[in-house]
């Protein structure tokens, strides 16, 4: 079985500056896809970036980029230029190729202050 | 452009009671649906998903079930509530085949007193 660990519980930040989220997972799968997803105070989740693991680039989505070492299992989050709107709980997730299932991390609580 | 709304927004119960909590996706056809329990500060675990209607696939057992009566309608549900039962409760919708990102509804807080 698929595990996802985030070794972060909790995170804090000033504005404007990088923050980088940790994330590990543990599986024997070649092709599967990796996500970060966000979910603020309302607790709606977000989807933030997703990766495939068959892809060496890492992936960008504007202020959001992630480290994607795949011999490592490791799958990193880095938020550049950080707003107070980042504030949220970050969840990585899991999904083997083919499946339905999205294995979620235990989450970071991830603060900015002003 | 699609749109995944959930209600309530919030409920209490009490043990012992029924529960149904429902999930409809506008703007797409044949999504894939599911349905994820979250635990106060943790994770999400999926509880059911379903690939088309009358289709359910159950991922943990539990005295909760599932029905998905029309394309774009999926139902969460129990007969006798439990007190373990109180979370938050997240529905989800997927493109059918090969496109794996989830996109969630705005959930369900269920307290079971």
């Known amino acids: 079985a698929q595990t996802v660990t985030q070794s972060q519980p909790e995170m804090s930040v000033q504005e404007a500056e990088t923050v980088t989220l940790s994330c590990t997972y543990d599986t024997s799968e070649n092709n599967y896809y990796l996500f970060w997803y966000k979910q603020p105070p309302s607790r709606q989740m977000i989807l933030v970036i997703r990766?495939?693991?068959?892809?060496?680039q890492n992936a960008t989505e504007n202020r959001f980029s992630v480290n994607f070492q795949k011999a490592a299992k490791s799958f990193s989050l880095k938020i550049s230029d950080s707003q107070l709107g980042d504030t949220a709980m970050y969840f990585c997730?899991?999904?083997?190729?083919?499946?339905?299932?999205?294995?979620f991390g235990q989450g970071t609580r991830l603060t900015i202050n002003p | 452009s699609q749109t995944i709304h959930q209600w309530p927004a919030t409920l209490v119960q009490p043990v012992g009671s029924p529960l149904s909590l429902e999930c409809t996706v506008e703007g797409t056809s044949n999504p894939n649906l599911y349905w994820y329990r979250q635990a106060a500060g943790r994770g999400l675990q999926l509880l059911f998903y379903s690939v088309g209607i009358g289709q359910i696939s159950s991922e943990v057992p539990q005295n909760l079930s599932a029905s998905r009566p029309q394309d774009r309608q999926f139902i969460l549900s129990s007969k006798k509530l439990l007190l373990s039962d109180s979370g938050f409760y997240l529905c989800a919708w997927s493109l059918a085949g090969d496109n794996y990102e989830q996109y969630f509804g705005p959930g369900t807080r269920l307290t079971v007193t």
């Open positions: 997730a899991f999904m083997k190729r083919g499946a339905q299932k999205l294995v």
């Open positions: 990766q495939e693991a068959y892809k060496q």
